[in-house]
């Protein structure tokens, strides 16, 4: 869940909500965490492979099972494609110093022929998924152990330019979501519940740990400590995050930038650090797929045995 949407969205969700981001984060949490209640209980009830697909097939019969089966591994395959494209553009730098001519390092609709890099790292993980579950899982559990170090390091260093002012006012666009006044009709929306609506998508993910109820041990006990703690711990880190960096900095200046809390960083004079901050991004990108792709060869797997 901790992927890419904790090093950027925050800069996002803050340009729309202001200070009331910080809303935006625990009102998001709460929504996927009524998703992740149900998913606890039914894993629990069917502690079987194939997340939502399973569930259906038990509740509904093969028909919609079979919608939703062929839904999931779509949405995993998109998700697996567009995080590797991403991984591609954070490591372009380290490609382009190998050697890799600009024609491998994008694909037909950026003016190049292939994506090299997201090829690689796309493959690099199934290789590792592979392996096997166990070996797969530690990889996963050091490379996130890295991600958390990194916000952790972030927030020690922010916490002694904390400035309460920054907070004020708390909700400068309101907190219903709503086009600005003289604005096009088409325009994006501002205010606490259009940064919620976007902010969604960094909890992503907890679906997928679902997926692995054949392989856990004691299914009842751990998938629902899994599902919902996972949840829990991930709202209450996005919060401190989003916290902090608004105490350091304003919002309306750490909002226009691609990667705010590198920004951030940068602005207190913490060059080094940011750069590192940075890293442990990228590093967070292939956790993703990893997390995806392994869910996906579950659905794969619970499909090809219904026949």
């Known amino acids: 869940i901790v992927g890419t949407g904790i090093y950027t969205l925050t800069g996002v969700g803050a340009g729309l909500a202001g200070p009331g981001v910080i809303l935006s984060f625990l009102i998001a949490g709460a929504v996927c965490a009524c998703a992740a209640l149900c998913y606890a209980e039914l894993s629990t009830m069917i502690p079987a492979s194939g997340s939502a697909y399973t569930y259906s097939y038990a509740a509904m019969g093969e028909p919609v099972a079979w919608f939703v089966g062929w839904s999931l591994i779509l949405e995993y395959t998109l998700v697996c494609a567009a995080v590797a494209v991403g991984w591609s553009a954070h490591a372009h730098g380290l490609f382009k110093m190998i050697g890799f001519p600009d024609a491998l390092l994008a694909g037909p609709h950026q003016g190049g022929l292939i994506n090299m890099p997201a090829v690689f790292i796309s493959m690099a993980v199934a290789g590792l998924l592979a392996l096997g579950t166990r070996e797969s899982a530690t990889v996963n559990m050091v490379l996130v152990f890295v991600k958390i170090i990194a916000l952790a390091v972030f927030v020690a260093l922010c916490l002694p330019a904390f400035n309460i002012a920054h907070f004020t006012p708390f909700m400068p666009n309101g907190f219903q979501a709503h086009v600005p006044e003289g604005a096009a009709a ?20 907890f679906d997928a740990v679902s997926t692995a109820a054949e392989e856990t041990k004691n299914p009842k006990r751990d998938l629902t400590i899994g599902i919902v703690g996972s949840m829990a711990v991930c709202t209450a880190i996005y919060m401190i995050v989003a916290a902090v960096s608004i105490g350091a900095s304003r919002t309306e200046v750490f909002s226009k930038s691609e990667a705010p809390l590198v920004f951030i960083l940068e602005s207190l004079n913490h060059g080094k650090i940011a750069q590192l901050v940075a890293l442990a991004a990228v590093i967070a990108l292939p956790t993703v ?18 026949g």
């Open 289 to 306: 797929i990893l997390a995806f792709m392994y869910g996906q060869s579950r659905i794969f797997f619970v499909m090809a045995r219904d």
């Open 186 to 205: 088409d325009a994006a929306k501002i205010g606490v519940m259009a940064a919620a609506s976007l902010i969604f998508f960094a909890f992503y993910g």
